[in-house]
């Protein structure tokens, strides 16, 4: 059951999301639109989108658009003289996210940020919450190291979590030592216009710009040890192929894992399957009840069938089986927009405000 | 340029197709409909459509269908008693092929397999002609040890093939240790009608049955040595996943590679480019002039725009980098159902034309 | 709000699936789940799968499978013997739904029908209840006619029941004169295994067997008047291409219209706005609120945007605009096998209950 | 047979490309790079590309790409100053074209225009050599009005295209009274980008922007006949609805038809089989032997199946069939971005040439 609203608050956040025209502002919209502990009271886009009703400047991407309470509103600038919200939500484009987040934060306000220019900042979490929630705490030392009345929390790119958190359970019992990647990735990736469809239909495009690596180096953060007061990374090798693949949503990713502790796949599935994540996050609103699901099927997880599980927040993973050369081999599937972007933003938000760390917002 | 008729003869070999109707069947046909060297005398296929004409039994798959001489044939029974051709070309389901193809091989008759069943056996060459010719001297111990005066003779699984051609020339000089495979493999390779569409429109499935057994261990005897009358299978350690992705045609393999002798990305890539393959293939009519092509560009080989590189029967590689935990990683491209079935064959019997073992026949 | 039990019954009606394992009895396994009014007792289907639990018979084409309970019930045999419930819902095929569906009123049973066999029988009713609903009074002439304790009512083919919600409202307005369509219709409507990848994929088929002559003809039964214990179908003229694409659901229909008493595009948007149905559908559980949505949109309706309006039971009209040889022009959607099979049969059924037909079962 | 380079030519004629980076500008250049008339000498686009290697600014599309001569060639400004070749084929944008194709023409080039700006124009040919080839005398007026040296031609919309060429012979022998046309169009037509995947995956949009007002007035102008130096429209009723579908080349389109002297089905088909087109095309390079073709069978003609037929220049028309309103129902289908584009362009070039009218070029 989801919880109320901490800290005996009687009245939600407000919260803004700046660039919420684009794929994954959209998503954070339709998340917030009707969110229990949050009111989403503010829109903010680029120069060219203030000022304009939200309507007019977004083409809404899927599914029913959200109440005309926020369809009308207009939308304004991403400044944080601007924006009045406490919390804000950002899905701005890598090349201002650097600047306006941190100018945000310097103002005091907290950044639920999906872009990846803070990632892998050491003061920064790059947080799942279910995987390590923990981490939250480097807020502390970043506020002390930047001088920030408010912070930044960053979610990861969206294969890294996919991936990061099919494997906490195993490495948290079985510690990896070796991970070969290879990700089936949807288009919805790309944001809008993103792939266009000469690239893509009936075609593999084996190759994503700087996904290999980010994948790579978020997973090693994502699965690392919070230890007073930093983040000491994982020290597994890791090794990624990365393609797209003409789906909408749900990026598939294909595992094989050695460890220093081998499992027999009835074990890690077993693992699996009781696993409950960072126990703080059980009852937040936006967290499924089971945030992984192993099928037992042969044949999945497939993105069209199962990507909408646990209102596409939940992983799930099939075929766990022996592998001929390191331990084990499986698949996972996850949400890329929802659980790898502004879902898993949404999670982190809610785990800050069990934690007292919004009380001043 | 391709070379006269073998052997001084003046006339095609006549040979037959065995299962004709079928997607592979299909592919056989279209390829000796205007062979040089060997003239299509007859299809068969099951009871079923036996007596009928090939036009009104074949839904024709793809482009232009064969001229009305090969439409309007009438279909035979897969039966070495009514065959008269020497040489017959395989596309019979695996359900089948076993009696059926060692009742033809008894009969005197050279068979040219695309069915799994023989691939394995000691005695039978499983074998591409740029990667393994030599492996086609089996017969001769196949034909002393069975009492066949015929000779079965195998091409590779789809994938298996795709993947044997590009490592060749890198096993050969760098002796592969451990290899990681993740294939995403085109719908035309599960034959007709083979892949539901609302199983895989817009969707992923990972697993494809019998699969990753039949990579793994077709590619071990692909790349292994012949040696006085055996083939000694390689003994590299290999793990596959493979997938099936909303694709025609075109198999796309991500490998990641150990070498016992690794070289750098530079290196491999012009070990791939001045390859040429199994010498006496050079100049034979389905062999293309490159059997391998590495592409520069970042983001090939895919399917739509390579699969038809070298009519379907050229290998394209790309993305050949270094990786973080073994020593290379690559992707390679090749058409299925020409390369990696029905041209496969062919350029079999191609090869066996040139070193006189077709005389007899 | 959705009406409670109708007549006073305190306990669901129990109800039974015939052909429950293919595509459309999945949909109504689906939608009879959790019914407030029906309760699935059991599931049917042919001898072959007759003894086995539904979970093992059935491949789970979408979304989540149904509950436990359901999954692992033992199939049962088609036979009006053998199934206990008074009310059966058929998906069975054509080529066995004329004898079975007959034997079953015949035993007194209920039976509401996908299949085509009975849709243009005089005697039977064709219904979609807010276009027609009226015409179910036809049932006492056909128990009179043939002598059956039970009764058939079917609903009408998917492409025919998305055009005639569209076109209802205008023809009970303007009477329509002439009607020319041409659909383009999803992979879901051939059922499953249905349309193979290789035929489907990236391609446009323009011809479903037999799929023009039920569209024309349906429709003219459909938009026809009950009089007196018979129908008298329209008599406008109609002619249709129908088309299959690479869809998964919804079928998307253009329709060039010409009437007897012309309306504007404006008129005509706003008739089909205010339109509401029959009125004692109102409130019926798997009656959307708007059977008709008017998209003001230029580009819509879309099927992967608007296939889901009204939990899959709304169609959706766009594009209303002049035509410079008719009249009017437009395009409408709907979901082909909720709307336009399952969904479409249990409405039928919803409204038989209202109007106490069901109260002797 | 081809013919040799009219008017006793040693040479073939020098052309340019305008445009040459995009998606028909690319197919232009495919097309002419090995043409046995002209000689591609200059590759123009817009001042962004300028003085760059037409290998650095074209992300090429499809299929092999030209040979390294022309691919490392570098690009020119678009600007009649700059170009050197009489002969001009224009791929620019309808934002530009109408002044640079001006200006072209202004400055004494042939200018061979895909654009759509002048087509319209009463002065200005629009052109399907095979059906309405004479009307190129329109250019002698278009001269003596505008002053110009040079001249513009231009060739239709690609749905027109397809749409005209399967309609002239049926329009030529029974008058077409009335036509209603639906058409499913593949993403090709859009250009690149153009249409984004997450616009157009597993989806239908019914909507292009302008597109029916250009098929149905082009048609007419196509249709038309030329007398004493200006083509008389066609005068029967159209009506369209224009379709994108998630398909990569080849528009697909059904019509159906009313006529002044209706034939049967098997006329028609007789008419459309019997037709050769506009006499002095025969043997042009780039005509194809057939530029109609009729198939017989149920389901096509299919874009994926049928799209390549005469090198991307024959319409396949299908599914001839009587109509219950009308006369006649058919489906035609042709290549967009060749027939409908670059081939239709490169043809009328040809048909110039054979008249002499580049005699001065």
């Given at each position: 059951m989801?919880?109320?609203?901490?800290?005996?608050?009687?009245?939600?956040?407000?919260?803004?999301?700046?660039?919420?025209?684009?794929?994954?502002?959209?998503?954070?919209?339709?998340?917030?639109?009707?969110?229990?502990?949050?009111?989403?009271?503010?829109?903010?886009?680029?120069?060219?989108?203030?000022?304009?009703?939200?309507?007019?400047?977004?083409?809404?991407?899927?599914?029913?658009?959200?109440?005309?309470?926020?369809?009308?509103?207009?939308?304004?600038?991403?400044?944080p003289?601007?924006v009045?919200?406490?919390?804000?939500?950002?899905?701005l484009?890598?090349?201002?996210?650097?600047?306006?987040?941190?100018?945000?934060a310097?103002?005091?306000?907290?950044?639920?940020?999906?872009?990846?220019?803070?990632?892998?900042?050491?003061?920064?979490?790059?947080?799942?919450?279910?995987?390590?929630?923990?981490?939250?705490?480097?807020?502390?030392?970043?506020?002390?190291?930047?001088?920030?009345?408010?912070?930044?929390?960053?979610?990861?790119?969206?294969?890294?979590?996919?991936?990061?958190?099919?494997?906490?359970?195993?490495?948290?019992?079985?510690?990896?030592?070796?991970?070969?990647?290879?990700?089936?990735?949807?288009?919805?990736?790309?944001?809008?216009?993103?792939?266009?469809?000469?690239?893509?239909?009936?075609?593999?495009?084996?190759?994503?710009?700087?996904?290999?690596?980010?994948?790579?180096?978020?997973?090693?953060?994502?699965?690392?040890?919070?230890?007073?007061?930093?983040?000491?990374?994982?020290?597994?090798?890791?090794?990624?192929?990365t393609?797209?693949?003409?789906?909408?949503?749900?990026?598939?990713?294909?595992?094989?894992?050695?460890?220093?502790?081998?499992?027999?796949?009835?074990?890690?599935?077993?693992?699996?399957?009781?696993?409950?994540?960072?126990?703080?996050?059980?009852?937040?609103?936006?967290?499924?009840?089971?945030?992984?699901?192993?099928?037992?099927?042969?044949?999945?997880?497939?993105?069209?069938?199962?990507?909408?599980?646990?209102?596409?927040?939940?992983?799930?993973?099939?075929?766990?089986?022996?592998?001929?050369?390191?331990?084990?081999?499986?698949?996972?599937?996850?949400?890329?927009?929802?659980?790898?972007?502004?879902?898993?933003?949404?999670l982190?938000?809610?785990?800050?405000?069990?934690?007292?760390?919004?009380?001043?917002?």
């Amino acid at each position: 059951m989801t919880m109320a609203i901490p800290g005996n608050r009687k009245k939600k956040w407000p919260v803004a999301v700046l660039g919420a025209t684009g794929a994954v502002g959209q998503m954070f919209v339709r998340l917030l639109a009707d969110h229990p502990w949050f009111e989403l009271k503010e829109l903010a886009a680029s120069e060219r989108s203030a000022g304009k009703k939200y309507a007019d400047v977004t083409r809404w991407l899927e599914g029913a658009s959200p109440p005309p309470v926020i369809m009308g509103r207009r939308v304004i600038a991403c400044d944080p003289g601007v924006v009045s919200a406490p919390i804000v939500f950002s899905a701005l484009d890598a090349a201002v996210a650097g600047e306006v987040e941190a100018a945000f934060a310097q103002a005091g306000k907290f950044v639920l940020s999906n872009a990846k220019n803070f990632r892998m900042e050491p003061d920064v979490p790059l947080v799942i919450p279910e995987v390590n929630g923990d981490h939250l705490a480097l807020i502390d030392c970043q506020r002390r190291n930047r001088g920030w009345p408010g912070a930044i929390v960053t979610n990861a790119n969206c294969s890294a979590t996919v991936a990061a958190l099919a494997l906490a359970p195993l490495h948290q019992k079985y510690r990896i030592k070796q991970l070969f990647l290879s990700t089936m990735q949807a288009v919805s990736g790309a944001g809008y216009p993103g792939v266009p469809s000469l690239d893509i239909l009936a075609n593999v495009i084996p190759y994503i710009a700087d996904e290999e690596q980010k994948l790579e180096r978020e997973m090693l953060k994502l699965l690392g040890r919070h230890e007073e007061g930093e983040v000491l990374n994982a020290s597994f090798k890791v090794s990624a192929h990365t393609n797209r693949v003409p789906v909408e949503h749900g990026h598939t990713i294909c595992m094989t894992i050695g460890f220093e502790d081998p499992p027999t796949p009835e074990e890690a599935t077993r693992t699996l399957r009781e696993w409950t994540g960072f126990a703080p996050t059980r009852g937040l609103p936006t967290r499924p009840e089971h945030p992984l699901v192993v099928s037992d099927a042969a044949d999945r997880p497939q993105p069209k069938r199962d990507v909408q599980a646990g209102n596409g927040m939940t992983v799930t993973v099939g075929r766990v089986r022996r592998d001929a050369v390191l331990d084990l081999r499986l698949v996972a599937l996850g949400h890329n927009t929802v659980r790898g972007a502004a879902g898993g933003s949404v999670l982190n938000a809610e785990l800050l405000a069990t934690n007292g760390a919004l009380d001043s917002a």
